[in-house]
């Protein structure tokens, strides 16, 4: 990355550790919380679909997992909090292995179709298995994370612990693409047999995506169960699979950045939309509409292209005599 | 091994194929196809359409699976191997309906190359300094030299579907050296090109060659065939029919018939 970047990225980071000190809003912290949280699930999905180019709808029911078993382990078990959380996201990204290892065979529709199933398949698990999920009345009770003797009790507080998450898991994911095991995801992607005729196994390659797709919306999950502190399978339904794979395209699939803010976007914008009432839908699904028609890179293209144009005027005025700028210092 | 081992190593085939049999439905694609290929020849593998060519060097890469026959490269048993691990074995290739990675940077496409030459897995992806940084670094390098090699540094940064189809076939090229294969496949590489691509063509694959690679080449430009293959193996129907030295090839009769279709007097 060039240092331009990195000069960016710094001062995003310095904004983003400055939110809670300047919003005061509950209300708003917890949106905030969410969408992180939210982002880091999209992360997940831009690994499986954005590198390796498998069609998951799948990514709630491993949101959930994560949730359920963060929660679980929290509340039967009474588990410390963040050791709960780390062995929710290697269990999901588990049962990832479990779900990519028999759908290696399929692709396309027909991949999208069996993570539908699992999808469905999970959540009427979560909603029978009455003994560990409590069913339809949710699980309740679920504790607050605590370092030491501090416990990160505010919407304030948790959103350090989402911003850390999220920033580790982005960090994860451009290492992944910016290397050598990222390029072969991307050629798989890119074309399956090229690839494998180059050396690249992608029966190994698509399992760790599957895996690193679940995790990620494992650890998602296990945020969200330790900040909203009730669950119930509702949450972990088809449509908010759709919401991801949604929030992911918007972004920008390949990228990393367009990603979070997709999942920002999209976690933000119904809750501007409040006033609207009941309509508020229809605007939602009009406005995403537009987005991917004429975003069809999603937000990451429009910004690096937005991005690109501006480097390109910035260096016209030194060429071109006519401009004001060469005019004054005349 | 003294140099008279050496000799015979050499005559007994780098790569050698023994009644190799494909079928699709009830087509027989390949049918007890016999064939050897020398190490450090340019081996040319022509015939009609329709008589296997392609069909055979999908089954050496691996990308079919046989009905018969055995395959060894080297001494090693090729048949019933994943591609991936044929590639790993030092068999590159190319393809005749060009592959690139269409949407990654010609850089990347031959970095990608370099995969089975390369070890960073997903943990050691995580270090942006140290040794994974050395191979990153080391990797790029080889890859922009390969580039150079087949005269494409200056597209390293174009998307490979953004290149000239000429370029294309080049970027492949480097992408299967990037292996640095014992044996490189090439289906159809001249095909699209103009006269002069063609030219540069045949010199690159000499190069190639100079550089210690052994290539088996599928190719219908008669005059590159004639002009680059050491030996030349023809097949119709599947079936091997002649197999010799481009002079060879050019007068042998069951040659003649089966791209004239019918016997000719000898004039």
Known sequence: MSRRRWLGLAVLLIVLLCVPLVVHSDYLLNVADIAGIYAIAVLGLGILLGFAGQLSLAQAAFFGIGAYASGYMTVHWGWPVLPSMAVATVFSGLIGLGLGWPCLRLSGHYLALATIGFGIITQLVLINWTSVTNGSDGMTGIPPPSIGPFTLATYGQYYYLVLASLALCAYVAWRIKSTRPGRALQAIRENELAASATGIDPTRYKIVAFVLAGAYAGLAGSLLAHSIKFLSPDSYSFDQSVIFLVMLIVGGSGSIGGAVLGAVLLTFLPEALRPLKTSYIMVYGAAVIAMIIFMPRGLAGLLSAALGRDAATAARPLANPAQPAEAKGA | ?267
């Not at chain 2, 190593?9 to 699709?24: N, Y």
């Not at chain 2, 019933?80 to 590639?87: D, S, W």
């Not at chain 2, 068999?91 to 850089?107: D, P």
């Not at chain 2, 942006?128 to 940064?157: I, N």
């Open chain 2, 1 to 267: 091994m003294n140099a008279a081992d050496a000799q015979a190593a050499r005559e007994s085939g780098f790569l050698q194929i023994r009644g190799l049999l494909k079928r699709f439905g009830g087509i027989t694609a390949v049918n007890a196809l016999d064939m050897t290929v020398r190490d450090g020849d340019v081996h040319g593998l022509i015939g009609p359409n329709g008589s296997g060519k392609t069909t055979t060097l999908n089954i050496i890469s691996g990308l079919y699976r046989v009905d018969g026959g055995s395959i060894t490269f080297d001494g090693t048993e090729l048949v019933g191997r994943p591609a991936h691990a044929i590639a790993r074995l030092g068999v590159a290739r190319t393809f005749q309906n060009i592959r690139l990675f269409a949407q990654l940077g010609a850089l990347e496409n031959v970095m990608i190359g370099r995969h089975v030459r390369t070890r960073v897995g997903f943990l050691g992806a995580m270090l942006p300094f140290g040794a994974p940084a050395r191979e990153e670094r080391a990797t790029r390098e080889y890859a922009y030299d390969l580039l150079t090699f087949v005269g494409l540094e200056r597209m390293a940064g174009k998307v490979a579907r953004s290149l000239p189809y000429g370029d294309q076939r080049r970027l492949e090229i480097a992408r299967a050296l990037a292996s640095e294969p014992r044996l490189l496949l090439l289906d159809e590489p001249a095909a699209g090109m103009n006269p002069t691509e063609t030219d540069a063509l045949v010199t690159l694959l000499r190069r190639i060659r100079d550089r210690g690679t052994t290539l088996l080449l599928i190719e219908h430009d008669m005059n590159l065939v004639m002009t680059v293959c050491d030996r030349i193996t023809v097949l119709n129907f599947g079936q091997h029919i002649a197999e010799g030295t481009a002079a060879e090839i050019a007068r042998n009769p069951d040659v003649i018939t089966a791209y004239l279709g019918g016997a000719i007097d000898a004039a």
